[in-house]
T-cell receptor, first 112, second 114 residues
Framework: SQLAEENLWALSVHEGESVTVNCSYK?????LQWYRQKSGEGPAQLIL?????REKRNGRLRATLDTSSQSSSLSITATRCEDTAVYFC????????????FGQGTVLSVIP | DPKIIQKPKYLVAVTGSEKILICEQY?????MYWYRQSAKKPLEFMFS???????DNQTASSRFQPQSSKKNHLDLQITALKPDDSATYFC?????????????FGPGTRLTVL
């Protein structure tokens, strides 16, 4: 069974708008990672947030983690066309963050 | 220059044949991984290696055999190919000994089994 999953399959926004992708997970974690995968490429890590952190930022990206509800969100502000991609959350049930379990992904389309 | 090279980018095979997927990383990492991504399932962890030793194997079938001839190589041999093996296979690497180390993924090899 999936240990991590995003809550929406697809989202579209207009360039410049903000968007949030949500993720829920089913086991206790030591950290959760957000990855982005552009068409024809491998996934690339965006943010890693540890279980003792509530929020982490990376430029226009902001991740939150709520361990009580076992959920996380990734917000992107001032979206650009190049943000069009599939966004995944990933966890490692063993705690080492080396054996990643990915969700199904949310397809984000940023419309010019 | 690409830091993780996967060859070939596309691969077509017939059922029952054997293929080797190549992965080389030039990031100086000691841990390498294989993941599989198919249309019907999310990205799935297959294997992890550290210092050329198998650390974790989540692949039920022995038809999938990683091979590490050098520290920065982790190839994947697949025997007796089946149509269900059709997927994109991603190689990744990270720094050993670092918990929460970022995994860097290659561009993938898309395998189609007819």
């Amino acid at each position: 069974s999936q240990l991590a999953e995003e809550n929406l399959w697809a989202l579209s926004v207009h360039e410049g708008e903000s968007v949030t992708v949500n993720c829920s997970y089913k086991t206790s974690i030591t950290a959760l990672q957000w990855y982005r995968q552009k068409s024809g490429e491998g996934p690339a890590q965006l943010i890693l947030i540890r279980s003792n952190e509530r929020e982490k930022r990376n430029g226009r990206l902001r991740a939150t983690l709520d361990t009580s509800s076992q959920s996380s969100s990734l917000s992107i502000t001032a979206t650009r066309c190049e943000d069009t991609a599939v966004y995944f959350c990933a966890t490692d049930p063993t705690g080492g963050n080396n054996k990643l379990t990915f969700g199904q992904g949310t397809v984000l389309s940023v419309i010019p | 220059d690409p830091k993780i090279i996967q060859k070939p980018k596309y691969l077509v095979a017939v059922t029952g044949s054997e293929k080797i997927l190549i992965c080389e990383q030039y990031l100086g990492h000691n841990a390498m991984y294989w993941y599989r991504q198919s249309a019907k399932k999310p990205l799935e962890f297959m294997f992890s290696y550290s210092y050329q030793k198998l650390m974790d194997n989540q692949t039920a079938s022995s038809r999938f055999q990683p091979q590490s001839s050098k520290k920065n190589h982790l190839d994947l041999q697949i025997t007796a190919l089946k149509p269900d093996d059709s997927a994109t296979y991603f190689c990744a690497s990270s720094q050993t000994g670092e918990n929460y180390a970022e995994q860097f993924f290659g561009p993938g090899t898309r395998l189609t089994v007819l």
